[in-house]
């Protein structure tokens, strides 16, 4: 398998650790309800937000974690990782330009330069590859490891 094909099936994997549950009605921050208002859903996230600003008008956005935020994805240990700081464009359905974003699979980091959402799925993009998913699987926000949990 070459390095897409490979990513591809990473991410297939990833959309397969899916929250089973989500009571919480409430997002947890103003970033994650700007998400729902843009079309996309909450748990791109981790709860851990701190603050949030956006133009609404360029549509130019960052969020602040506060500390940069590790994911460890069951049951095969993928990582995923947050900067401090995540930066992008974002429109109805599209967010684009996005920094701050990273998986690590098959020996490399690849970063996530865009995300698009068509209510039933999402389309990742990792520079010119893209992968699709259900929204669903991404209901929850994340929490990151090893820190406190913010809710
Ligand atoms: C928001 O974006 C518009 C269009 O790019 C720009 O003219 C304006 O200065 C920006 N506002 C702020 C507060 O950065």
Same mark, same amino acid.
């Given at each position: 398998m070459d390095n897409k094909t490979l990513l591809f099936l990473f991410l297939f994997l990833f959309s397969l650790?899916?929250?089973?549950?989500?009571?919480?009605? *409430?997002?947890?921050?103003v970033a994650h309800a700007q998400l729902t208002n843009y079309?996309?859903?909450?748990?791109?996230?981790?709860?851990?937000?701190?603050a949030y600003n956006l133009?609404?008008?360029?549509g130019h956005f960052s969020v602040h974690l506060g500390d940069s935020c590790k994911l460890t994805l069951p049951p095969d240990n993928y990582v995923a990782t947050y900067s401090r700081k995540i930066t992008g464009k974002i429109d109805q359905g599209r967010i684009a330009d996005l920094q701050g974003i990273r998986v690590r699979a098959f020996f490399q980091w690849w970063s996530i330069t865009g995300i698009r959402s068509s209510g039933d799925n999402l389309v990742f993009e990792v520079g010119m590859v893209t992968a699709k998913f259900p929204t669903? *699987?991404?209901?929850e926000s994340p929490k990151c490891e090893g820190q406190r949990s913010s809710s």
């Open positions: 650790y899916a929250p089973i549950s989500y009571s919480d009605p *409430n997002p947890p921050s079309g996309f859903p909450i748990g791109l996230l981790p709860s851990s937000v701190q133009n609404q008008t360029s669903k *699987n991404f209901v």
